[in-house]
């Protein structure tokens, strides 16, 4: 008895997401707005406080602080919120990590964050970069896209050369936000109000808003998983500040900057090319990826970790050593050995395994539909009306809600992907000479009102049956090709070519929190202009301290190039006497990647094994196994330790919370170093 109470006290106060609530029981509640004066204050704090420090973690170590970002403001928030007396309502928890997401996300491999102006300083770096050089295209890339020469590199983003990329970028992301918001809507209408679909992923993103809401009227309550956060935070501050601020800061001070651990990687493939040539070999050292692991499912992990073990060094040696990798040759670090079994096997490879995963998740989605129209039959009898498919539904106003007009949204998404089509147009046949083969206007408004709309329909309403998205892949690259289209200019062109599927699931969370969508569209008025200065002010500012990439920045200077490289392959590809593409695409290893791919999704599914491991096998095919090797200790640790410590199912509540504590911990250490370099840039070395 005596050993009950306490564990009932832990377990009372043992979640972060610690209250009790029902989103069923709350959808009778009024819709409520949900962009206050709190959500200003915190995308301030986000765009001035935080924008800085996730720029030079992207530049430096290619660590993606969004999602950390997020909990640091929303805790913060309601840390306050809690000390100082006061409710913060679950809609205003909901619009703020909506708006700081939008303002802290970073772009993938490229780790660009910041804004627009992060683009205009990577696409100048490509345009004048030597891959684009050798491959003879840099002369050829239009203006819009980047300027070329001495010129791009003088002046600021004001200058009369940048007046072009900033005119067609400002349009490209207003035109895009525009259609966004208007067909992601109308798909909502579709799946939600005339449908009915039940999205089953979208009550699990609403029960953070809700239960921190709830959590931020309880003054009083010490939860365990706040001294989690803290943990996570004191070990990558630690961590960070050997990792990151250590570089950052001799590099402001002395000239050049001192890493105590490589960045990204220790590279040992050189080293060990006499056993091992053409595998990838290197120890990555950053402890994120260990918190990485913790989070990831473990299927997953496991899959990653054998999938790049086989691939990227049994594979690639036995391809070597029977001479399938022509490109590679002694003496390739691991990133030029990339590239190079790349070209020769893993393109090739990785188009045939995109368009398994495709053919799977159409057979998914079929499947999926099937299932669910069978269950609604069987609930509701043989009449399929019963059921409430109503097509008036549709252009059924709910204002409680915050809906606008849904003719209106018809009408703006008209005419913005008619714009979309006249300024695409424009970019990439406005200057042709006679004689020019002219880029298909056709293609172009399939593109905008047929191929977007259609799939972003089908996307929205995977995800509202059964919580998945499928993409057909190589469209864009597929078109040009069959357009016959030889110029460059169409690989650096926004096309109207989107998927905002992903939009009808926010909308429906906003319903869930009983939130107004009027707060949506409140939000983006203000994160677009705001985004859009604090981008120029801090890449203007660290734009001036040095050029990128450099020896201050470690991470893209060793990936900028690969990138580059890899874009001009798919640029050149249309021009003559270029065969480096064509050369690279494999038909024999594409067919048999798919059908491999194919065969390991219906076996897995036979024998019931998840298809978590092959997803995690072919998202790690290509990449590097230093990554996969550390993310797959990281989960043996938190399985076979922590979890054993502490009970699985509190280890699996812990390890979100303490991997988001060390992401902000090392970020907020990088942000003061960040700091002391600026000010230290700003007073000059004389000083």
């Given at each position: 008895?005596?050993?009950?109470?306490?564990?009932?006290k832990?377990?009372?106060?043992?979640?972060?997401?610690?209250?009790?609530?029902?989103?069923?029981a709350?959808?009778?509640e009024?819709?409520?707005n949900g962009?206050?004066?709190?959500?200003v204050?915190?995308a301030?704090f986000?765009?001035?406080?935080?924008?800085?420090?996730i720029?030079?973690?992207?530049?430096?170590?290619?660590?993606?602080?969004?999602?950390?970002?997020?909990?640091?403001?929303?805790?913060?928030?309601?840390e306050?919120?809690?000390?100082?007396?006061?409710?913060?309502?679950?809609?205003?928890?909901y619009?703020?990590?909506y708006?700081?997401?939008?303002?802290?996300?970073?772009?993938?491999?490229?780790a660009?964050?910041?804004?627009?102006?992060?683009?205009m300083?990577?696409?100048?770096?490509l345009?004048n970069?030597?891959?684009?050089?050798n491959?003879?295209?840099?002369?050829?890339?239009?203006?819009?896209f980047?300027?070329?020469g001495?010129?791009?590199?003088?002046?600021?983003?004001?200058?009369?050369?940048?007046?072009?990329?900033?005119?067609?970028?400002?349009?490209?992301?207003?035109?895009n936000?525009?259609t966004?918001?208007?067909?992601?809507?109308?798909?909502?209408?579709?799946t939600?109000?005339?449908?009915k679909?039940?999205?089953p992923?979208?009550?699990?993103?609403?029960e953070?808003?809700?239960?921190l809401?709830?959590?931020s009227?309880?003054?009083?309550?010490?939860?365990?998983?706040?001294?989690?956060?803290s943990i996570?935070?004191?070990?990558?501050?630690?961590?960070?500040?050997?990792?990151?601020?250590?570089?950052i800061?001799?590099?402001?001070?002395f000239g050049?900057?001192?890493?105590?651990i490589p960045?990204?990687?220790l590279?040992?493939?050189?080293?060990?090319?006499?056993i091992?040539?053409?595998?990838?070999?290197?120890?990555?050292?950053?402890?994120?990826?260990?918190?990485?692991?913790?989070?990831?499912?473990w299927?997953?992990?496991?899959?990653?970790f054998?999938?790049?073990?086989?691939?990227?060094?049994?594979?690639?040696?036995?391809?070597?050593r029977?001479?399938?990798?022509?490109?590679?040759a002694?003496?390739?670090d691991?990133?030029q050995t990339?590239?190079?079994d790349?070209?020769?096997?893993?393109?090739s490879?990785?188009i045939g395994?995109?368009?398994a995963?495709f053919?799977?998740g159409?057979v998914?989605?079929?499947?999926?539909v099937?299932?669910?129209?069978?269950?609604?039959?069987e609930?509701?009898?043989?009449?399929?009306?019963?059921?409430?498919i109503d097509?008036?539904?549709?252009?059924?106003?709910?204002?409680?809600?915050?809906?606008?007009?849904?003719?209106l949204?018809?009408?703006?998404?008209?005419?913005?992907?008619?714009?979309?089509?006249l300024?695409s147009?424009?970019l990439?046949?406005?200057?042709?000479v006679e004689?020019?083969?002219?880029?298909?206007?056709?293609?172009?408004?399939a593109?905008?009102?047929?191929?977007?709309p259609?799939?972003?329909?089908?996307n929205a309403?995977?995800?509202?049956?059964?919580?998945?998205n499928v993409?057909?892949?190589?469209i864009?690259?597929?078109a040009?090709?069959?357009?016959?289209y030889?110029?460059?200019n169409?690989w650096?062109?926004?096309l109207?070519?989107?998927?905002?599927g992903h939009?009808?699931?926010?909308?429906r969370?906003?319903?869930?929190?009983?939130?107004?969508?009027?707060?949506?569209?409140?939000?983006?008025?203000?994160?677009?202009?705001?985004?859009?200065?604090?981008?120029f002010?801090?890449w203007s500012?660290?734009?001036?301290?040095g050029?990128?990439?450099?020896?201050?920045?470690?991470?893209v200077q060793?990936?900028?190039?690969?990138?580059?490289?890899?874009?001009?392959?798919?640029?050149?590809?249309?021009?003559?006497?270029?065969?480096?593409?064509l050369?690279?695409?494999?038909?024999?290893?594409?067919?048999?990647?798919f059908?491999?791919?194919c065969?390991?999704?219906?076996?897995?599914?036979?024998?019931?094994?998840?298809?978590?491991y092959?997803?995690?096998?072919?998202?790690?095919?290509?990449?590097?196994?230093h990554?996969?090797?550390?993310?797959?200790?990281?989960?043996?640790?938190?399985?076979?330790?922590?979890?054993?410590?502490?009970?699985?199912e509190?280890?699996?509540?812990?390890?979100?919370?303490?991997?988001?504590?060390?992401?902000a911990?090392?970020?907020?250490?990088?942000?003061?170093?960040?700091a002391i370099n600026f000010?230290?840039?700003?007073?000059?070395?004389?000083?």
């Open positions: 008895m005596s050993k009950s109470k306490p564990s009932k832990v377990k009372k106060n043992d979640a972060f997401y610690d209250a009790n609530f029902s989103i069923e709350m959808q009778d009024p819709c409520l962009f206050t004066w709190r959500t204050i915190g301030l986000i765009a001035f406080v935080m924008l800085p420090g720029i030079f973690m992207g530049l430096m170590i290619g660590e993606d602080m969004g999602t950390a970002a997020d909990w640091v403001v929303i805790i913060l928030f309601v306050i919120a809690r000390r100082s007396f006061m409710t913060l309502k679950k809609q205003e928890l619009i703020l990590k708006t700081v997401s939008s303002l802290s996300s970073i772009s993938g491999s490229v660009l964050g910041g804004g627009i102006f992060a683009w300083v990577f696409n100048r770096y345009r970069s030597p891959e684009f050089a491959f003879g295209i840099a002369h050829e890339v239009p203006n819009w980047a300027p070329f001495d010129a791009a590199f003088q002046g600021g983003f004001l200058s009369r050369v940048w007046w072009p990329v900033l005119t067609v970028t400002i349009l490209t992301m207003l035109l936000k525009l966004q918001l208007s067909l992601g809507f109308l798909a909502y209408k579709v939600v109000d005339v449908e679909l039940p999205f992923l979208a009550p699990i993103q609403a953070g808003a809700i239960a809401a709830e959590s009227q309880d003054k009083d309550k010490k939860s365990f998983r706040q001294y989690c956060f996570g935070a004191m070990i990558g501050a630690v961590f960070g500040f050997f990792y990151a601020a250590v570089p800061l001799t590099g402001a001070f050049q900057p001192l890493h105590l960045i990204p990687f590279d040992l493939t050189v080293a060990m090319e006499h091992l040539p053409g595998a990838l070999i290197g120890i990555t050292l950053n402890m994120g990826l260990l918190f990485t692991g913790f989070v990831l499912p299927r997953i992990a496991v899959g990653m054998f999938s790049t073990i086989f691939f990227k060094i049994i594979l690639n040696t036995t391809l070597q029977n001479g399938l990798l022509p490109n590679w002694p003496g390739k691991a990133i990339q590239v190079a790349t070209l020769d096997f893993y393109l490879f990785g395994t995109s368009f995963i053919a799977v159409v998914g989605m079929i499947a999926a099937v299932k669910y129209k069978r269950k609604k039959t609930q509701q009898g043989d009449d399929i009306h019963e059921g409430g097509l008036s539904k549709f252009w059924e106003r709910n204002v409680d809600r915050g809906d606008p007009p849904t003719g949204m018809v009408g703006i998404w008209m005419f913005s992907a008619l714009c979309f089509v300024l147009n424009h990439i046949n406005g200057d042709l004689g020019e083969r002219a880029f298909p206007m056709g293609w172009l408004f593109f905008a009102f047929l191929w977007t259609i799939n972003t329909y089908i309403r995977m995800s509202g049956i059964a919580g998945q993409g057909v892949p190589f864009f690259e597929s040009i090709f069959a357009s016959g030889r110029r460059v169409i650096f062109a926004p109207p070519l989107n998927n905002y939009i009808a699931d926010m909308f969370v906003c319903e869930l929190t009983r939130t107004k969508f009027t707060s949506i569209f409140k939000a983006e008025l203000f994160i677009f202009p705001l985004l859009l200065v604090a981008s002010v801090f500012y660290i734009t001036g301290l050029p990128i990439p450099s020896d201050n920045f470690p991470y060793k990936f900028w190039p690969m990138h580059a490289q890899m874009r001009a392959l798919w640029a050149s590809a249309m021009q003559e006497g270029q065969s480096l593409l050369d690279a695409l494999k038909p024999g290893v594409i067919i048999g990647a059908t491999v791919g065969i390991a999704f219906a076996g897995f599914s036979a024998l019931g094994i998840s298809a978590q092959i997803y995690g096998a072919l998202a790690a095919a290509n990449g590097y196994p990554n996969a090797v550390m993310i797959f200790f990281g989960a043996c640790l938190g399985r076979y330790v922590f979890a054993k410590k502490f009970g699985r509190r280890w699996q509540n812990f390890a979100p919370i303490l991997a988001v504590g060390f992401g911990g090392m970020g907020l250490v990088g942000m003061l170093a960040i000010l230290w840039a700003s007073i000059g070395v004389n000083y």
